[in-house]
């Protein structure tokens, strides 16, 4: 995410109200058993914690990195409200607690075979060439036989108009999932039409694309 892209998230979540909720995601709970109990999990792009804290409360060691400063003092906050251990260094993560990290995803250095699981939800407003840089870099931090949880907007999604980017190159269909996860044993990959509730930020009939995939081991 570019530093004016930061910018305008910090302003964004500059308010007191939790822009999506402090509700996890749907797709999340419903996949979270595919996950290893106990298991260290990047939240990337986590926002203002309402995915990474809920994985740390169903016991998982979460690593929750996002760009936003703003965004990640409100993931704390919740983390707080919620009873969930807050640590400060990686290295200090054990089942039950949560690392927040604040660094811009572009920038970031991403580990290498360190997380039982990658999850990503709604992180859609990276541009294809950086997309495509950090869907490579979600591979590369799985262990082998972790799993990769994405969840996004489709290209229909505009028609409906109830949140996410408006530019179709942000936006996503299963061939372009397909692709660039094909190193990864698919378990799911399907696009259907659902009513979303998460905040203001994301709220109605919405155009959605989902993929779990297994890091195969070699």
């Not at 920038?107 to 407003?125: H, L, M, N």
């Not at 870099?137 to 109830?162: F, N, S």
């Not at 190193?183 to 993929?211: C, I, K, P, T, W």
């Amino acid at each position: 995410m570019a530093t004016p892209d930061l910018q305008a998230w910090n302003t964004r979540f500059a308010q007191d109200a939790y822009i999506f909720g402090t509700e996890p995601n749907a797709f999340l709970v419903r996949s979270a058993s595919h996950l290893q109990a106990g298991g260290r999990v990047l939240a990337v792009a986590d926002g203002e914690g309402r995915n990474g804290v809920w994985l740390a409360q169903q016991g998982f060691a979460v690593h929750a990195v996002d760009g936003s400063k703003v965004a990640v003092a409100k993931s704390m906050a919740l983390a707080k409200e919620r009873g969930v251990s807050a640590v400060y260094s990686a290295d200090a993560l054990v089942p039950g607690s949560i690392f927040h990290e604040c660094a811009d995803t572009d920038a970031w250095v991403w580990p290498t075979q360190a997380f039982d699981a990658v999850v990503g939800i709604f992180i859609q407003f990276t541009k294809p060439a950086a997309r495509e840089a950090m869907f490579g870099k979600m591979i590369q931090a799985l262990k082998p036989d972790g799993v990769l949880l994405l969840e996004g907007y489709h290209l229909r999604q505009p028609e409906y108009g109830t949140g996410g980017p408006t530019a179709l190159d942000q936006l996503y269909d299963i061939d372009l999932l397909a692709a660039a996860f094909e190193s990864l044993e698919r378990l799911e990959l399907r696009e259907y039409d659902q009513e979303v509730d998460e905040g203001d930020g994301h709220r109605g009939m919405s155009a959605l694309v989902d993929f779990i995939g297994r890091a195969r081991i070699s």
